[in-house]
T-cell receptor
């Protein structure tokens, strides 16, 4: 069975500073990896995904993530955050043989002026 | 293209009352999911449909929860009777089964408060 651990429940950061949101997963099979963002009172929106190929994945809104198979990690980064990036971020995995998405508990990013 | 549509957005009911949520997936998406998201947690799958067939309902509390997807398009999730612990956001998502790319598109959710 797969599981996802988001190591930080909350990340406060000043505007224009860089940020990294950490995600580790466990799985006995190959997986696909996703990051979703959830703004207040909204559904989840896909930021980026890793299916295969280059381990550095670029997504929307200037976010990127790097798949590290040896460390079973998929950390999300942005070099300079904006106030509008304040939201909840969820890391998720799907095993390559199935269609069940397992979500982490989420990391609340709070960008301060 | 319209996204996943859910209604209602908010619902407040007294415990022991029934409640139903409705979801209309993106046109052409064969797979439909219902998730429950408790406060401060990630979504947890309740049930997954492939067309009109429920292929994974292992996490659905079948004593009080039921779901249907007649004709393989829109879907309804019902709770009867509701309990205080059912307060959560219920998210519907859909995906198009194209190869192994199973990106799910989410609706805005229904926030249920049981009092």
């Amino acid at each position: 069975a797969q599981s996802v651990t988001q190591l930080d429940s909350q990340v406060p950061v000043f505007e224009e500073a860089p940020v990294e949101l950490r995600c580790n997963y466990s799985s006995s099979v190959s997986v696909y990896l996703f990051w979703y963002v959830q703004y207040p009172n909204q559904g989840l929106q896909l930021l980026l995904k890793y299916l295969s190929g280059s381990t550095l994945v670029k997504g929307i809104n200037g976010f990127e993530a790097e798949f590290n198979k040896s460390q079973t990690s998929f950390h999300l980064r942005k070099p300079s955050v904006h106030i509008s990036d304040t939201a909840e971020y969820f890391c998720a995995v799907i095993d390559t043989g199935g269609f069940k998405t397992i979500f982490g508990a989420g990391t609340r990013l709070f960008v301060k002026a | 293209e319209a996204g996943v549509v859910q209604s209602p957005r908010y619902k407040i009911i007294e415990k022991k009352q029934p409640v139903a949520f409705w979801c209309n997936p993106i046109s052409g998406h064969n797979t439909l999911y219902w998730y429950r998201q408790n406060l401060g947690q990630g979504p947890e799958l309740l049930i997954r449909y492939e067309n009109e067939e429920a292929v994974d309902d292992s996490q659905l509390p079948k004593d009080r929860f039921s779901a249907e997807r007649l004709k393989g398009v829109d879907s309804t999730l019902k709770i009867q009777p509701a309990e205080l612990g059912d307060s959560a956001v219920y998210l519907c998502a859909s995906s198009q089964r194209v190869g192994m790319n199973t990106e799910a598109f989410f609706g805005q959710g229904t926030r249920l408060t049981v009092v």
